[in-house]
């Protein structure tokens, strides 16, 4: 039974990180729209889902604002933040964005379409994209799980 469980757990894995992008369309908060199978993910993208009404999501994305600038001068990689606030609390998500001062490209993703599509199911929820490519995947926020992301950020640059 352990073997059957190992078998199908490291099956999942490997469906989720061959994972392709989606053909899926999201609003920037300026109203550009970005297609997700065509994004450039030569160098890694990161993809953080989150909700005005997630204090871990908030957490997460103000630690990762705090090193965000020292990443950018070693690391070459995009950030896009996808806010999945649905019709009552999207109207909070510029605010909230502006009142932070993040940085982060922040997507509007009212109808969860994105998130449907790459089968996440909770947040906070953090991905990395590589070559068009899911490449790692980490649920939930803990203090210092950005120090893995940003391992992964550089071990995914020098593999170019």
Same mark, same amino acid.
């Given at each position: 039974?352990?073997?059957?469980?190992?078998?199908?757990?490291?099956?999942?894995?490997?469906?989720?990180?061959?994972?392709?992008? #989606?053909?899926?369309?999201?609003?920037?908060? @300026?109203?550009?729209?970005?297609?997700?199978?065509?994004?450039? @993910?030569?160098? #890694?993208?990161?993809?953080?889902?989150?909700?005005?009404?997630?204090? #871990?999501?908030?957490?997460?994305?103000?630690?990762?604002?705090?090193?965000?600038?020292?990443?950018?001068?070693?690391?070459?990689?995009?950030?896009?933040?996808?806010?999945?606030?649905?019709?009552?609390?999207?109207?909070?998500?510029?605010?909230?964005?502006?009142?932070?001062?993040?940085?982060?490209?922040?997507?509007?993703? @009212?109808?969860?379409?994105?998130?449907?599509?790459?089968?996440?199911?909770?947040?906070?929820?953090?991905?990395?994209?590589?070559?068009?490519?899911?490449?790692?995947?980490?649920?939930?926020? @803990? #203090?210092?799980?950005?120090?893995?992301?940003?391992?992964?950020?550089?071990?995914?640059?020098?593999?170019?």
């Amino acid at each position: 039974m352990k073997m059957i469980f190992s078998g199908l757990f490291v099956s999942c894995l490997s469906f989720f990180y061959a994972q392709e992008m #989606p053909n899926v369309s999201l609003n920037t908060l @300026s109203g550009e729209r970005i297609n997700f199978s065509k994004i450039d @993910s030569s160098n #890694p993208v990161i993809v953080s889902f989150w909700a005005t009404w997630c204090l #871990p999501c908030m957490e997460e994305l103000t630690a990762i604002n705090d090193k965000y600038g020292d990443w950018q001068k070693e690391n070459k990689f995009t950030l896009l933040a996808a806010a999945t606030d649905d019709a009552r609390t999207v109207s909070k998500v510029k605010t909230l964005v502006k009142s932070k001062g993040w940085p982060y490209t922040v997507l509007l993703d @009212s109808n969860q379409t994105l998130k449907r599509a790459l089968n996440i199911n909770s947040i906070p929820h953090t991905i990395l994209i590589h070559k068009g490519k899911v490449v790692y995947s980490h649920v939930g926020y @803990s #203090p210092g799980d950005e120090d893995e992301l940003i391992k992964k950020i550089k071990e995914y640059n020098t593999s170019n």
